[in-house]
């Protein structure tokens, strides 16, 4: 089965500076998910990516299949990005099974 | 755009009592999912239902636990005889296609408090 670590736990910036939150997990996948959880709980999924990289906007999500890892950045980071980015994977990894969820980064954002 | 839709937003109840909780998936997905998050803890799987079926289950998914598609619109959770620890928020999210290939899509959630 997966495992996924997420880091950091809590992250605190200041308006404007660059983020990162990174995910590792611990079985091949085919694509890994990113979400973001508002403070009211909703849950929205940012990014699904397998390789490489995508961009939407100020977000930008890699992965490195080899080395099991993925990152999510933000530039120019703003108060309304606060939220918990969640990263997930396939629970028994390739493209097969359900997903298995990282605990979170909860982002703070500073004016 | 499409969504997910969940009723209710909240439920409270007694322990011991059964609890239907509602969604609606987004029309032409394929693929249904219950997910919980105890209060502070991270987002677990708990069922997924493809074809009319459940595809897989988690541990936590009991016997206490069912689901259902009673009509071409509605997935529903019940819990038979809740307990104090059922207490958490419910999502429920559909997908076009597998799990591990596809974007899921969340519904906003039902908050169900056992007292």
């Known amino acids: 089965k997966n495992e996924v670590e997420q880091s950091p736990q809590n992250l605190t910036a200041q308006e404007g500076e660059f983020i990162t939150i990174n995910c590792s997990y611990s079985v091949g996948i085919s694509a890994l998910h990113w979400l973001q959880q508002h403070p009211g709980g909703g849950i929205v999924s940012l990014f699904m990516?397998?390789?490489g990289k995508k961009k939407h906007g100020r977000l930008i999500a890699t992965i490195n299949i080899q080395e099991k890892h993925s990152s999510l950045h933000i530039t120019a980071s703003h108060p309304r990005d606060s939220a918990v980015y969640i990263c997930a994977v396939p629970l028994y990894g390739g493209s097969q099974g359900n997903l298995i969820f990282g605990k979170g980064t909860k982002l703070s954002v500073k004016p | 755009e499409p969504e997910v839709t969940q009723t209710p937003s909240h439920q409270v109840t007694q322990m011991g009592q059964e609890v239907i909780l509602r969604c609606v998936p987004i029309s032409n997905h394929l693929y249904f999912y219950w997910y919980r998050q105890i209060l502070g803890q991270k987002v677990e799987f708990l069922v997924s239902f493809y074809n009319n079926e459940i595809s897989e289950k988690s541990e936590i998914f009991d016997d206490q636990f069912s689901v259902e598609r009673p009509d071409g619109s509605n997935f529903t959770l019940k819990i038979r005889s809740t307990k104090l620890e059922d207490s958490a928020m419910y999502f429920c999210?559909?997908?076009?296609?597998?799990?591990?290939?596809?974007?899921?899509?969340f519904g906003p959630g039902t908050r169900l408090t056992v007292l």
């Open positions: 999210a559909s997908s076009p296609g597998l799990a591990g290939a596809d974007t899921q899509y």
């Open positions: 990516l397998s390789s």
